[in-house]
């Protein structure tokens, strides 16, 4: 077979660790691995293609970002694009596709899968939020970045007796926030799926700075909804998705002022943005990266087509890509809670 690899939506860290995954176990059985230049882009117009060989793949397990590129590209959002993908799938000689990305990449997936193209997808995305997956490459990196970012912040909180809000990424759900926040030691976290007053944040500072203990650190995540804050919608600008910008939101800026204003508390914010996409991949997104390149392989080959390669406990089995595309997998209540227990 020639199997077409693509990147596609945000970047993060692990990509070239399953593209390598990919293309070896291609190479394993005899399949030639073909290259597709950032992501869905890769496929339209001319189309950006170029076959896979040995030494392209050498020396990239280790590194962050795609060797493939990436973009938002969004074909869905008319038929002549996605008549224009399938044309090149054609034209380039493409069997079938092992499509490496979130939600939106996989939407398309699913939907050139539906037309008859053989498919198997690669669950990616730092928000660690798809569906039926308990695992998405890229999270734990991305933890490890906010838990850094966090320990860091702990001993400048505690020499000036501040409030530090750090902002994360998490666009719909708080997985970045909660873990990175336990992880991190965080004295409030707030995410997406449960709106909390400034108020209460306020005084939870508040109580803490009344028992002794002089700095707080809040984690919150970029697509939280507060009362007090603008909400989400009120961003105008969009990507192609339809998703709105929140590095333009600031709402960990908002959030800090609030907090100043209203306790009193020398505030800042620090926003880790797209520190949290970038660098060289966990061992644990490297490990996954790996097995989930090379089981999407096999599926390809055993005529599994249509699904995600997902990660259930320790082992990765097939779930079909209509029962993902359009859900999100939010953080479970009892967890939130938990985070709690160490504010
Ligand atoms: O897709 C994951 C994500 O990192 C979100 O957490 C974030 O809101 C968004 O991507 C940022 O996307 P971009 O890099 O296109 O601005």
Redesign the pocket.
Known sequence: MRIGILTG??DAPGLNAAIRAVARQCFALGDQPVGIRNGWAGLLGKGEVREIAQTDVSGILHLGGTILGTS?TNPLKNDADMAQLTRNIAAFGLDALAVIG?DDTLSVACRLNEMGIPVVGIPK???NDLCETDYCIGFDTAVGTVVDGLDRLHTTASAHHRVLVTEV???DTGWVAVIGGIAGGADFILIPEVPVEVARVCDHVQRRYALGKEFSIIVVS??VEMPDIASKESVQEV?AFG?V???RRGVGDTLSRLIEHRTGLETRVTVLG?L??GGSPSALDRSWASQLGVAAVDMLHDGTIGVLAAVHGQQIEPVPLSAIVGRTRRVDPALYKLASVFY
């Open positions: 939506g945000g938002r979130g995305t730092v928000d990424m998490g666009r970029e697509g990507d998703h910008r929140l590095d797209h949290q996409r």
